[in-house]
């Protein structure tokens, strides 16, 4: 089983040494983006050391919501915060308060949880849910995460002792060891991650990415009909005239104004016109299309 190094590191490590954690084999850094509303004070700091360091990076954003408007006051925060960037690990939902067993539902906990990963779809990024045991058995509806990449937090304190729970976990939290003088939560991912958010990225572009051109508005070649009324004037320019609907051969050629005669016997795409406007008397037939257009 593949077993990748990691950490994950916030404000608390403050000025984290990178280059001691590059030198423990840390092979991927997952970054806590914010907390609440606020962005992580150290979040633009550890992103910039991962990034000049080609360190594969997730981030997570650590929610204290018991309502839908802190919900989603604390989701518009994270959004902002995350938006745009390219992690190749995902962006990890994290709720672990009492205060959110004690208000919230479980329906509403695992609503969250998936809001988030929906919302996180929407603007381009992989998404994952950071939970413990505890919270998988008791205060999410562990069946309706099916799908979603998990990041279990179970703490044997050694990395060679496994976790005896198994939700389908990507990466597991096994505890706390010093790097570069500092204590960090340490991880490890049981996945190629960098490829699968690759394909993902390739699979997913985000609503909220600008939408492609839309094609080139082709012309239309319906053909244009030409209708008439009785009485219309039309003009004729050496247009063929008939001797009946029928007649193959024209009887004459006509120039000049022409009225139509009776529009309702258009027969074989040709019309009767006459000289005088209401004249009973008919001149004879030509091709509507044939026709110059009206003049009045």
């Given at each position: 089983?593949?077993?990748?190094?990691?950490?994950?590191?916030?404000?608390?490590?403050?000025?984290?040494?990178?280059?001691?954690?590059?030198?423990?084999?840390?092979?991927?850094?997952?970054?806590?983006?914010?907390?609440?509303?606020?962005?992580?004070?150290?979040?633009?700091?550890?992103?910039?050391?991962?990034?000049?360091?080609?360190?594969?990076?997730?981030?997570?954003?650590?929610?204290?919501?018991?309502?839908d408007d802190a919900f989603k006051a604390e989701l518009a925060?994270?959004?902002?915060?995350?938006?745009?960037?390219?992690?190749?690990?995902?962006?990890?939902f994290d709720m672990e308060e009492q205060k959110q067993i004690?208000?919230?539902?479980?329906?509403?906990?695992?609503?969250?949880?998936?809001?988030?990963?929906?919302?996180?779809?929407?603007?381009?990024?992989?998404?994952?849910?950071?939970?413990?045991?505890?919270?998988?058995?008791?205060?999410?509806?562990?069946?309706?995460?099916?799908?979603?990449?998990?990041?279990?937090?179970?703490?044997?304190?050694?990395?060679?002792?496994?976790?005896?729970?198994?939700?389908?976990?990507?990466?597991?939290?096994?505890?706390?060891?010093?790097?570069?003088?500092?204590?960090?939560?340490?991880?490890?991912?049981?996945?190629?991650?960098?490829?699968?958010?690759?394909?993902?990225?390739?699979?997913?572009?985000?609503?909220?990415?600008?939408?492609?051109?839309?094609?080139?508005?082709?012309?239309?070649?319906?053909?244009?009909?030409?209708?008439?009324?009785?009485?219309?004037?039309?003009?004729?320019?050496?247009?063929?005239?008939?001797?009946?609907?029928?007649?193959?051969?024209?009887?004459?050629?006509?120039?000049?104004?022409?009225?139509?005669?009776?529009?309702?016997?258009?027969?074989?795409?040709?019309?009767?016109?006459?000289?005088?406007?209401?004249?009973?008397?008919?001149?004879?037939?030509?091709?509507?299309?044939?026709?110059?257009?009206?003049?009045?």
């Open positions: 089983m593949l077993k990748v190094k990691g950490i994950d590191v916030s404000r608390a490590q403050e000025q984290f040494d990178f280059d001691a954690a590059v030198k423990a084999g840390v092979k991927f850094v997952i970054i806590r983006a914010g907390i609440r509303t606020d962005e992580d004070t150290y979040f633009r700091r550890n992103l910039s050391e991962c990034q000049k360091r080609n360190m594969p990076y997730g981030l997570y954003w650590y929610f204290e919501a018991t309502s925060a994270c959004k902002k915060s995350v938006k745009g960037l390219k992690p190749s690990y995902p962006v990890f004690d208000n919230l539902t479980t329906a509403q906990r695992t609503d969250m949880a998936l809001k988030f990963c929906a919302e996180m779809t929407a603007i381009g990024l992989p998404s994952g849910i950071y939970a413990n045991p505890s919270w998988m058995l008791n205060y999410y509806d562990s069946d309706r995460l099916d799908g979603i990449d998990i990041w279990l937090a179970n703490w044997t304190h050694d990395p060679e002792i496994p976790s005896q729970f198994d939700f389908g976990q990507l990466i597991w939290q096994w505890g706390v060891e010093n790097i570069g003088g500092k204590d960090v939560d340490s991880d490890i991912c049981f996945i190629a991650y960098p490829a699968k958010t690759d394909y993902w990225y390739k699979t997913h572009s985000g609503t909220d990415t600008p939408a492609k051109p839309s094609e080139p508005v082709k012309p239309d070649t319906t053909p244009i009909v030409k209708t008439y009324k009785a009485g219309d004037v039309v003009q004729l320019s050496n247009t063929a005239l008939y001797g009946s609907s029928t007649t193959s051969q024209p009887a004459n050629h006509l120039t000049g104004t022409y009225y139509i005669h009776t529009a309702d016997d258009t027969v074989n795409g040709r019309i009767r016109i006459t000289t005088p406007k209401g004249c009973s008397a008919v001149t004879g037939w030509v091709k509507v299309d044939d026709i110059g257009g009206k003049t009045a």
